[in-house]
């Protein structure tokens, strides 16, 4: 990785969701497809979609991945999982440059006002 480029790793453990409702809610509460737009598509996608936004706005230095733990081959000896499987911070755990930064949801605009702090720094 270049000096001045900004990791940015989402960690998922889809199965350890209670529910198919993205925000882990066991349908508990009524969901209509007004309350989240993306409550259909995948974190991984969604992640895809965060790496353009990304790139865009800081050409060349910035890089985004996604860890699934529960199927990626480190995803054993992560600390990543054992903090998802024990359910102490809800899915998705993004971490911006080796530290936790946001847990339970991905938000573009928050993580890249985040990546604009850090390289701003530099």
């Known amino acids: ?22 925000c882990g809610c066991s349908g508990h509460h009524d969901h209509s497809a007004s309350d989240d737009p993306l409550a259909g598509v995948s974190l991984e996608m969604q992640t895809k ?6 790139k865009r706005a800081f050409p060349g230095r910035v890089e985004v991945s996604y860890i699934n733990v529960l199927t990626d081959p480190q995803g054993p000896t992560l600390p990543q999982t054992a903090l998802l499987n024990s359910q102490t911070f809800p899915a998705p755990l993004v971490y911006i440059n080796g530290k936790g930064r946001f847990a339970g949801a991905l938000v573009p605009e928050r993580i890249r006002e985040e990546v604009g702090k850090i390289l701003e720094m530099h």
């Open 49 to 54: 979609a965060l790496a353009l936004t990304l």
């Open 1 to 22: 990785m270049p000096p001045n480029t900004v990791q940015v790793v989402i960690y998922d453990a889809p199965a350890a969701q209670a529910s198919s409702c993205a």
